[in-house]
């Protein structure tokens, strides 16, 4: 996780959590398609 965030300047960032669980934000939730990501989209209202 520490060489991602070195790997890409990242200046706060969190590790990904489990992409099937309801309780989490779309923009914390770990994707499968790249080692990290930067923005999202949420459900409007959110």
């Given at each position: 996780?520490v060489d991602?965030?070195?790997?890409?300047?990242?200046?706060?960032?969190?590790?990904?959590?489990?992409?099937?669980?309801?309780?989490?934000?779309?923009?914390?939730?770990?994707?499968?398609?790249?080692?990290?990501?930067?923005?999202?989209?949420?459900?409007p209202g959110?």
């Amino acid at each position: 996780y520490v060489d991602l965030v070195k790997k890409h300047g990242l200046e706060i960032s969190q590790p990904g959590v489990d992409p099937n669980s309801p309780f989490t934000w779309q923009m914390t939730r770990k994707r499968h398609d790249s080692e990290v990501h930067k923005s999202t989209k949420e459900k409007p209202g959110c």
